[in-house]
């Protein structure tokens, strides 16, 4: 069954990924709006014929009336990331989508993508699919919670996009181990995705917009799962880094291995980048 065509959409922090998202939602003839909390970016997003807004959803938002605004579409895009660091309380994030769900259920808009992540899930030492049970850990609650608020209690037809560790361009992993000393987890799989394949699986489903795509939990990560060790060691040339030393821990650290096969199989999408060993990068002097 087919859903009312979508012609416009709404993206929810337009920044690391929701920014390239809009330029290909643009190339692809939608019309789009967006926020970000960046004031350049406004003017980026503006340039570009964009409907831009600058919200700040801490955790709830100052100007209701714009964002009211901006939900004035077909279909919502939330790529707002949690940020443990910055807030602990364990209700911030779902407070966040708290507040613009509520301003959905009073809008005729209902169709909402909302990029989660693979990190709800405990590291079992096993392959993680959608059904597998979720971490108890204080983060993966929030994450949980964020997902709960789109998905329970409310007549939205909510797709929730669990992501791997985004990765590509100037999100290079050997930047993130520089340097570093006896490191214990060289030998366990990457669980990592590319942002264009994230920006591809979005576009897919508002193309697709039937059954198969509404409603749903999809994890999406790379089909290949190699080694943290060989991925550093192929992506430090990008900066000239320096790749970290191992250790042989006696009790290895825990892992998991996210399958994807669900969002393959449910509604035919294809990843453009398997393999992490493949990813694109940007080259940096360091």
């Known amino acids: 069954m087919k859903f009312s065509e979508i012609k416009k959409v709404s993206v929810i922090g337009a920044g690391w990924l929701g920014f390239p998202l809009v330029e290909k939602l643009l190339e692809k003839g939608y019309q789009v709006k967006a926020s970000t909390t960046t004031e350049s970016k406004i003017l980026k997003l503006r340039e570009m014929g964009v409907k831009a807004y600058n919200l700040n959803f801490s955790p709830t938002i100052a100007d209701i009336d714009q964002l009211n605004d901006l939900l004035d579409t077909d279909a919502v895009v939330i790529c707002i990331p949690p940020r443990f660091r910055q807030h602990q309380l364990q209700t911030y994030h779902a407070e966040q989508i708290k507040v613009i769900k509520d301003a959905i259920e009073d809008l005729p808009v209902n169709k909402v993508i909302y990029t989660s992540s693979t990190g709800i899930y405990e590291n079992s030492n096993k392959e993680i699919n959608e059904n597998s049970p979720t971490s108890t850990s204080p983060k993966a609650k929030s994450i949980l919670l964020a997902e709960?608020?789109?998905?329970?209690?409310?007549?939205?037809?909510?797709?929730?996009?669990?992501?791997?560790?985004?990765?590509?361009?100037?999100?290079?992993?050997?930047?993130?181990?520089?340097?570093?000393?006896?490191?214990?987890?060289?030998?366990?799989?990457?669980?990592?995705?590319?942002?264009?394949?994230?920006?591809?699986?979005?576009?897919?489903?508002?193309?697709?917009?039937?059954?198969?795509?509404?409603?749903?939990?999809?994890?999406?990560?790379a089909p290949e799962h190699p080694p943290k060790r060989l991925?550093?060691?192929s992506t430090a040339k990008f900066g000239e880094y320096i790749l970290p030393t191992y250790i042989n821990p006696e009790t290895p650290p825990a892992f998991k291995i996210i399958n994807s096969d669900k969002i393959t199989s449910k509604i035919g999408f294809e990843f453009l980048f398997p393999n992490p060993l493949e990813f694109e990068y940007e080259s940096f002097s360091v």
């Open 231 to 233: 991925v550093y060691e």
């Open 148 to 221: 709960e608020v789109l998905r329970i209690n409310t007549d939205l037809d909510a797709t929730i996009l669990r992501l791997g560790g985004l990765m590509g361009y100037d999100r290079i992993p050997a930047k993130y181990v520089d340097g570093k000393k006896d490191l214990n987890y060289g030998d366990i799989p990457v669980n990592y995705v590319f942002r264009d394949d994230v920006i591809r699986a979005i576009l897919h489903i508002l193309d697709l917009n039937d059954h198969n795509a509404w409603n749903k939990v999809f994890n999406l990560v």
